[in-house]
Structure formats: C-alpha cells, structure tokens
C-alpha cells in the first residue's frame, strides 16, 4: 500500500497542530450578558441557568470588574423587573431613572473604557411578555417601533455604546438611527438582531427576566428556523436602515446561517449563544455526559469558525479564564 497523502502528518504534535489552526478566538470578541435586578447586595440563582444571577448595581460593578480582570471589555445588560413594574406599553423603559438607564451611568462612571451595549426591546417591560404593543391578541409594529427609539434615546443618555434591538420588529433600526441622530447621539451604535429565530433555546433566559409570553408565542416576528434567505433580506434591510453590526441568534443550530451573513455583509457579524445552549453544557456536565470545559471550548470556537466576529456568551469570563491559561 502506498499512501501519499497523509493529513495526519499536520496533526502530529501540539506544536505542528498549533502552527496549523485556522481559527483563533480573542477574549476582546467575547460580550458577557448581565442581568439587572433592583436593591442592594441581590444575587439571585437563575435555576437553568448554574454560574448565572441576577444582580443589584452594585454587585454589577463587582462583576464588571472582575470580567475587566480578566480582560472582557463588553457587557450587554438586561433589567429583570417585579411583574408590578410591567405594562401593555412597557412604560417603565423610558424611565430615564429606571434600573437599566441607572445602571448604566453608574458603569459608565467607574469603568469609563468599556463598552455598554443595552438590550432594546419591551418584553421586561410588558404586561403580556411579548417584544411590542400588544392589542387585541396582535403585536403591533409602528406604535412598537416608535417606543424602541424612545427608548434607545435613554439608552444612549445613559451611556450605552451600542445599542442592540432584540424585537424584530420592521424598521426599528432606521426608526432608531433617526431617532439617535435627532437627538445628538449620531456616534451610539446599533448592534441589530437580525436574524433573530423563533427558538426553543430560549427558556432559562426567560426565567432569568421573568418574562415568556403570557399568551402564544413569538412567531409573528422572530424567524421561522426553517430559512435562510429570509435571514439575508432581514441583514440587508437592517444595512440599509443603519445597523453597525448585526447578529444571528441563537448561535449553534444555525452555524449555517452565521456563515451565510458572513459571506453577504462587510459589517462585523455577531451571533448570540443563547441561554438554553449555555444550560445544556452546565446540565450535561452535572450529568456526566460530557466535560464542560472542553464543550464550552469547542462550542465557542465552532462559532468562530462559522464566522462570528463577535460571540455574546454566558461562558465568557469562564472562557477568558481559560484562554488566559492556555494562550499559547
Ligand atoms: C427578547 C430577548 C430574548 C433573548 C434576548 N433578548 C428572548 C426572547 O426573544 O424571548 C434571549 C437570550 C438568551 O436566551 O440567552 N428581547
């Protein structure tokens, strides 16, 4: 047998096999997700969710200062609010006193280089769970859309770098990018969902902010996971109307779709590892199923392959920890 082509050769030692990788992962790409919750010294356990709490401002600042220790840079906030708070309008998010615009500025003050990214949408905020207005069963999009640049407008007042439409709603971008600019904030950034699907593997983070849909589901607006193409006309609109960056979400059953953006967009392209796929590593370790580092490492880097520039993640301090320790 005579065999002339022999990959393995590239693969014989760490060294050769680290000389070849094609795929490096910078902690600087990695966006750690924070969930707000009002009061002093608060760190609530999210059950689905292990290593993950909300937490009170001022243990906010704790923990950005110790992903700023590890050298995460990038936070995406959410506000988890008493069911009290919410409304048909989600009124409590143009509150410019409210728990996220509060606790940006107090960031904002302490850790004058990092970069803010705030969650725009009205599900934290709405009575009936839901990303918009809903009237008479239905979600309305333009009186949505108009309360999504009100509240960018905050958002950006209170320091937001970026700020990150999660609703699918059509036309929120360009709404948003005239409503920044109106009011001065020509330099605040929009990250948009844009392919944002209709997905299962959303569950523990709506346990975190308290707020699945009280009634149906959300598949007027998010993406049906049987498209594609339809992810491309939702890039290319969210271009044309403004977007710096745009996102897929979630990340693993639609590695597909990030290298599909990727190959039809010259903005930075983000993908959201969501919270179910976070809880299915924590769960599987637990049960012995499979080695949580290991999976996190691989799922993290196959997210890079498929051609995110940008990862938000749950694991992200625990990834920094270990691309500290294994930087070669
Ligand atoms: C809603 C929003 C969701 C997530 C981020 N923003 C959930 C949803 O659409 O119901 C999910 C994030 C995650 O699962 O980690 N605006």
Redo the contacts with the bound molecule.
């Keep these: 047998m005579r065999i002339t082509q022999r990959p393995r050769r590239n693969r014989a030692t760490a060294a050769l096999r680290e000389m070849v990788a094609e795929t490096d992962l910078r902690v600087s790409q990695l966006v750690l997700?924070l969930f707000l919750v009002s009061g002093k010294n608060e760190r609530q356990g999210i059950s689905s969710m292990p290593g993950i709490y909300r937490l009170s401002p001022d243990l906010i600042l704790e923990e950005v200062a110790k992903a700023v220790s590890l050298g995460v840079k990038t936070f995406d906030l959410?506000p988890a609010l008493p069911e009290a708070m919410k409304d048909q309008f989600g009124k409590e998010s143009l509150n410019p006193q409210g728990l996220l615009p509060t606790t940006l500025r107090m960031i904002r003050d302490k850790f004058p280089d990092v970069t803010l990214i705030s969650?725009v949408?009205?599900?934290?905020y709405s009575s009936d769970g839901h990303?918009g207005v809903v009237r008479d069963g239905k979600i309305i999009n333009d009186e949505t859309v108009e309360i999504l640049a009100k509240m960018s407008v905050v958002h950006a007042e209170a320091g937001a770098d970026i700020v990150s439409p999660?609703?699918?709603m059509d036309g929120r971008v360009g709404a948003i990018r005239e409503a920044l600019d109106q009011s001065g904030f020509e330099n605040t950034g929009i990250l948009s969902?844009s392919a944002?699907y209709?997905?299962s593997?959303?569950?523990?983070?709506?346990e975190?902010?308290d707020?699945?849909?009280k009634f149906g589901d959300?598949k007027t607006y998010?993406m049906d996971f049987r498209n594609a193409r339809e992810a491309l006309r939702e890039i290319e609109l969210d271009e044309l109307e403004g977007a710096d960056m745009v996102m897929v979400?979630?990340a693993l059953s639609y590695l597909d779709i990030i290298s599909l953006v990727k190959s039809h967009t010259n903005l930075p392209v983000a993908a959201?590892?969501?919270?179910?796929?976070?809880g299915l590593i924590k769960a599987g370790a637990k049960a012995g199923i499979i080695d949580e580092t290991r999976a996190m490492v691989e799922t993290l880097y196959s997210i890079r392959r498929a051609g995110a520039d940008i990862i938000?993640t749950?694991f992200a301090l625990q990834m920094a920890e270990w691309l500290r320790n294994n930087q070669k």
């Design positions: 997700p959410f969650d949408a009205l599900d934290p990303d999660s609703d699918m969902y944002k209709a997905s593997f959303y569950g523990p983070f709506r975190a902010l707020s699945a849909p959300k998010q979400k979630p959201y590892n969501v919270s179910g796929e976070y938000f749950y």
